[in-house]
């Protein structure tokens, strides 16, 4: 069995404050496979993109440090390596997208020194008429009309979804085999966002590329990802293949998710109660205190470890799967899903039982 | 509808109809504190012009004082400060709590802060008890007190004598010039000036480049065009010059220097205020309360200034120590005023004895070097414990 | 009230920015942010505005509560309108319309506690009692979800969403008829908007309330609304009922939103209709009906067979033409560094090509008499003739969807909506579009 391209393990990176340390991630395993899309799906302050900002270490350290853990890319432990292989390693096999395309472009470059120093960062041989033209092809396969034109225009001159295909253009420029997506169609409209998400599936079957993305959007993740982790404070609390996932949500956290995304056609519910304080979390499973079905072994020792669903790819962490345990607790008692497959019909037709 | 508990009132059950007379909102404790201590002041002021003989102290009790202008200024900028920078602070404890951890972060910014309270209260209260240092050719050159000189160095040695050496004696704990003048004295008078010059005309600098500043920005259009060009003309202007012609005219005097700086120096903070005001105003509580139907006037006074007063202040911290270099440049060169013993004066005394009487020049130049050094230290843990990125 | 006109009714609104140049101000164009737009709200009704960024709805809702001086038109206002208000009576309607905010981090002074916040408007309307004031927001703040004790507080202290129901607090203080809601959940976690979107809509309710939302996500629009109006470039392209507007779109951009909206339900991947091309400038939008320039279902000429979809790839490089033009010198240069031969010596049927891949447009069109256009067209392109190109695929493809701009009438359906398709399908009463010919 080869390895997979990358694989966290057990990843706790805490940041040291003056309030106490906040356990940003506390314990994230998770493995992405070339050609491969792992959404990291999560509300603000569940840890995702900490995440996704430790597989190269980006996090500020200090006052951020990864306390235990490792992240093994295509073989070699990101978190032994030293600052220069790290800086190699950014940009170059590994390309980052950002959620807000105005931050990452400098305004005074024009587009094209842009993407040709990204491109010659990483291929110190390539001359500038080379990379000039590499670029423009990188340019027109990001869907940059008119890209030998429009190649010298700045930042500026280019729309918020032109903007953000730039972006994916120049972390493509040094031909990574992963790439980490940050919210990266937030900040975009969602005509524009359907046009990204095709772009970056596209990218990928073109370069074979594993993608990291993380999103708080359940809509993006069912449109885009092969698998998907649930994120709550620090903590993964589900995971598995996308079509397990949204067919038979098995963790409480990620099925209150569901029921509280609005335009359904279904009533909304909210998840009461509020995130947990990230310097001194909750013993137990974390969600346990706004769990509508806690039980007593909800609060006391660690969170529950990853226990298996169905046998499929599909693990979630809740005491309630445990072997011997029973699910249907939470699954309600015919077993069957009650909330990701009633939208398997689709949202046109009025449901028969909505009033 | 439930709801039986006495606090309640509901907002719909105002009558608004009732509510329609228009008029001066209520005074808050603040400004009604303000404005009852000017007209305190007004009051005294009158006394003292009408009443007073022209000459004579305006008070002999307890301590005997004559105020004169650059006082009356030094007691309006104090209650300001005490009216919009302290009250605000015992009015809002939490967040003074917060400024004061953030601050205490900063162990020589604490150092440095307690040093100037000392400094400025003992310039603030000194020159009430202690006379003016005065001439005294029977005490020239008296070394500070531990210390001692050749005999020759001195005119009449105060202290003991021995082995031809003249020792400091604690008559003059800081030594004399070569005037016999108290070094002691001078540097608690130049603390004085300090103080004067650090308070009064920044004061000054920040009332009218804030206002300027907000409503260039709040307003926008032609009212910001035309105040920026004058600021813009404003800071082309030659102050040094027109404080050279006055001096030349109406001799040199501590009050011209502060007056002169204070109305013509506003110009950068005004840009400065301008340019944060402008920001601050698209943010969505300013259209929260235009939306509300506050005036423009309430807009700029409850939103705008409180919002930059924190570059405001870090601005002020950054004057303080300049302006008071300044005077000290000013005085050193002679431009200053003459009866008032200020460092830079007293710096200058000694600039010729320094090879046998080294105290004159440094003593003062000591003080002068620590309090703007304190001054610093001070300004950059208020710009730190102020900055709102540090709220968490 | 024994008014019966609307609580709030639009009419024609429209707001203008001058676009000034150099250091005289001249005035060079015109943003057309809202451009003569008409609705109702009436009591104890939610009214969605709907639309990507750009398209008008926040500044349709500052220039309808006259925080900005509309250009032209009418708001009626309990049936008097407000644009001719005194000083006098604005206070007043300030008092009786207000609005929520996006951001709850920006939209409350960080200087103030959320008490002085929400007292705000009871001072700014001369209430002096300060006591009053107090009690009246301790209330307030209870009956939102709130403690009484968090009057003192300061914004900092409290979530995105306990911020954000302190926002409801102010705007309800004055006891206003009109909320204006400018996208008040877009900045909230999804578990945290259906607690706010509940609040709203308790609220509204209770007081009976007029209610104007503003949003650029229709599934929230959909929880809260009664009736829905669908904004692009400053016009509103549809407005119906929301059941009716979600099952039934009329016009083409409802449709191409609602399916933009990613599903959380991985088996209905892909099935998204994809708009080509941005949103365009308001400072200078397309002729016609403004979508022609993205829309899917843009009607073909007459007298010529194509199908929709590669009659949409025609259109695009029609539309590239109008706009920044088609650079055959930089097409040139593309494919002789692509073949790895000089510029020059690149024949100009490459060049016609590469036209035809950027566009993706089939390498012949399947009517000949279509083709022959459109290579005489691409020829001239090649050839560095572009008004030429231009002219001749304006004058030959003409589409009704750029040569002049539907109305807004009623479907059959029951919707209004701007579309020339719409009006066919009422006029020829076929339910069947045709798209053909």
């Known amino acids: 069995m080869t390895e997979p391209l990358l694989s966290i393990r057990n990843l706790k990176t805490h940041f040291h404050t003056d309030e106490g340390t906040v356990r940003a991630v506390d314990g994230v395993s998770l493995d992405v496979d070339r050609g ?93 008429k080379e990379a000039r033209e590499r670029a423009i092809d990188l340019l027109d396969r990001v869907g940059i009309p008119d890209a030998t034109s429009r190649i010298d225009d700045y930042p500026h001159e280019f729309s918020g979804g032109m903007k953000q295909r730039i972006v994916i253009a120049m972390a493509l420029a040094s031909n990574p085999d992963l790439l980490i997506a940050d919210e990266p169609t937030t900040a975009l409209d969602v005509t524009i966002q359907m046009q990204i998400l095709r772009l970056l599936n596209q990218v990928q079957e073109e370069f074979n590329t594993g993608i990291v993305m993380i999103t708080h959007d359940l809509g993006v993740v069912a449109e885009v990802a092969d698998r998907v982790v649930v994120m709550y404070a620090g903590k993964v609390m589900e995971e598995g293949d996308v079509y397990e996932i949204f067919e038979n949500p098995s963790h409480p956290y990620t099925r209150a998710l569901l029921e509280c995304l609005p335009g359904r056609g279904e009533k909304m519910s909210a998840i009461g109660g509020s995130l947990p304080s990230t310097t001194s979390p909750p013993d137990g499973c974390r969600f346990h205190p706004r769990c509508p079905y806690a039980v007593g072994d909800c609060e006391i020792g660690e969170q529950p470890p990853m226990y298996a669903v169905d046998d499929g790819d599909h693990a979630v962490s809740c005491v309630h799967f445990e072997p011997g345990a029973d699910p249907s607790v939470v699954l309600g008692e015919d077993g069957s899903d009650a909330v990701g497959g009633a939208r398997a019909d689709g949202g046109d037709e009025t449901g028969g039982d909505a009033r | 509808m439930m709801g039986g508990e006495d606090y309640r009132d509901r907002f719909e059950d105002i009558d608004w109809d009732d509510m329609q007379r228009s008029g001066l909102d209520s005074l808050t404790t603040q400004t009604a504190g303000f404005l009852a201590s000017l007209g305190v002041v007004a009051l005294l002021l009158v006394y003292d012009y009408v009443v007073v003989a022209n000459d004579g102290p305006t008070f002999t009790t307890p301590f005997e004082w004559d105020v004169t202008q650059l006082d009356w200024l030094l007691v309006v900028t104090l209650l300001t400060v005490v009216f919009f920078a302290v009250y605000p602070l015992y009015d809002n404890p939490r967040m003074s709590r917060r400024y004061w951890r953030e601050f205490r972060k900063n162990r020589a910014a604490v150092v440095s802060g307690v040093f100037l309270v000392g ?41 003991p004598v021995s082995d031809g050496m003249c020792h400091g004696t604690w008559q003059y704990p800081l030594g004399t010039t070569g005037q016999g003048k108290g070094i002691m004295k001078s540097v608690i008078y130049g603390m004085r000036v300090s103080l004067e010059v650090g308070l009064i005309t920044p004061l000054i600098i920040i009332i009218i480049g804030t206002a300027v500043g907000t409503v260039a920005a709040y307003s926008g259009g032609i009212v910001d065009e035309l105040l ?41 903070t005004a840009r400065l205020v301008r340019s944060e005001a402008l920001q601050r105003r698209e943010e969505e509580y300013i259209q929260a309360a235009q939306s509300a139907g506050a005036s423009e006037f309430w807009v700029i006074r409850k939103h705008l200034v409180p919002n930059v007063s924190n570059t405001v202040i870090t601005n002020a911290s950054l004057l303080i120590p300049s302006l008071i270099l300044f005077e000290a440049a000013f005085s050193f060169l002679g431009l200053g005023d003459p009866t008032v013993p200020s460092w830079g004066q007293v710096i200058s005394a000694g600039r010729s004895d320094i090879d046998t009487a080294w105290w004159i020049s440094t003593i003062p130049g000591v003080f002068l070097f620590t309090t703007v050094l304190a001054l610093n230290f001070v300004g950059d843990a208020l710009r730190d414990a102020l900055d709102p990125r540090a709220e968490d | 009230m024994s008014s019966d006109a609307p609580l709030l009714e639009v009419r024609n609104l429209k707001k203008h920015y001058p676009i000034t140049e150099g250091v005289l101000k ?74 929520i905010f996006q951001d709850p981090t920006s939209s409350f002074d960080p200087r103030m506690s959320v008490g002085e916040s929400v007292a705000e408007p009871l001072t700014v309307h001369g209430m002096r009692d300060r006591e009053r004031r107090r009690r009246i927001v301790k209330d307030l703040l209870e ?28 705007a309800l203080v004055l006891n206003p008829k009109l909320i204006v809601a400018d996208e008040p959940v877009s900045a909230l976690d999804v578990s945290i908007q259906a607690e ?31 009736r829905v109006a669908v904004m692009y470039l400053g016009e509103i392209v549809e407005f119906a009922a929301t059941d009716e507007l979600f099952e039934n779109p009329q ?106 891949r950027e566009f993706d447009i089939p390498e012949e069109l399947s009517d000949p008499r279509a083709e022959e256009v459109l290579s005489t067209a691409l020829r001239h392109l090649a050839n560095d003739e572009q008004a030429e190109g231009r002219e001749l695929l304006a004058e030959e493809f003409e589409t009704v969807c750029e040569s002049s701009a539907p109305e807004l009438r009623r479907t059959p359906a029951g919707h209004v909506a701007s579309c020339h398709l719409v009006s066919e399908a009422e006029s020829n009463a076929v339910s069947t579009p045709s798209t053909g010919d």
């Open chain 1, 36 to 128: 491969e899309t792992v959404c990291v799906v999560g509300e603000s302050g569940s840890g995702k993109t900490v995440t996704a900002e430790s597989i190269t270490r980006l996090i500020p350290e200090p006052p951020g440090e990864i306390v235990d853990g490792t992240v093994r890319f295509d073989g070699e432990d990101v978190t032994a390596m030293s600052e220069k292989q790290l800086e190699a390693l950014r940009g170059g096999r590994i390309g980052h997208i950002f959620q807000n395309p105005q931050g990452a472009l400098n305004p005074v470059y024009t587009v094209g020194w842009q993407i040709r120093e990204a491109i010659q960062l990483h291929d110190k041989k390539a001359k500038d």
């Open chain 2, 119 to 159: 400094i400025f209260g003992l310039g603030l209260v000194g020159p009430l008890f202690i006379a003016k240092p005065d001439l005294n050719v029977l005490a020239q050159y008296q070394p500070p007190v531990f210390l001692s000189v050749p005999e020759s160095t001195v005119g009449t040695c105060v202290g």
């Open chain 2, 228 to 268: 920026m060009r004058y600021v813009d003309i404003q800071l082309t202007f030659p102050t040094f010059f027109l404080y050279l012609l006055l001096l030349y005219l109406y001799g040199g005097t501590l009050f011209l220097l502060i007056v002169i700086f204070g109305i013509t120096s506003w110009g950068s």
């Open chain 3, 26 to 99: 001249r005035q060079v164009g015109n943003v057309r942010a809202v451009d003569g737009i008409s609705f109702a709200v009436e009591r104890g009704e939610t009214v969605g505005l709907v639309g990507e960024s750009g398209c008008g709805k926040s500044t349709a809702a500052t220039s309808l509560l006259r925080l900005e001086e509309p250009t032209d038109g009418e708001v009626l206002f309990e049936g008097r309108d407000i644009t001719e208000y005194d000083k006098k009576e604005l206070k007043r309607f300030r008092r009786e319309a207000q609005m």
């Open chain 3, 143 to 170: 009956r939102v979800g709130l403690s009484a004790d968090d009057i003192d507080r300061y914004p900092h202290e409290f979530s995105g969403g306990q911020k954000q129901r302190i926002g409801l607090a102010r």
């Open chain 3, 196 to 226: 706010i979107l509940s609040l709203m809509k308790d609220v509204q309710t209770e007081f009976g309330l007029g209610m104007l939302f503003i949003s650029h996500d229709l599934s929230v629009v959909r929880e809260i609304c009664d």
């Open chain 3, 251 to 356: 016009h083409p951009y409802t449709r191409a939103l609602l399916s933009s909206i990613p599903q959380p339900d991985p088996t209905k991947r892909g099935s998204a209709v994809e708009l080509s091309g941005d949103v365009p400038s308001p400072s200078n939008p397309p002729s016609g009906c403004r979508f022609h320039t993205r829309c899917p279902e843009v009607i073909p000429p007459e007298g010529y067979d194509f199908e929709q979809k590669t009659w949409r790839s025609v259109m695009d490089l029609r539309v590239r033409l109008g706009r920044d033009g088609v650079n055959a010198e930089a097409v040139r240069e593309f494919v002789a560094s692509e073949s790895g031969q000089e510029p020059e010596s690149v024949p100009a049927d490459r060049v016609r090509a590469e036209i035809r």
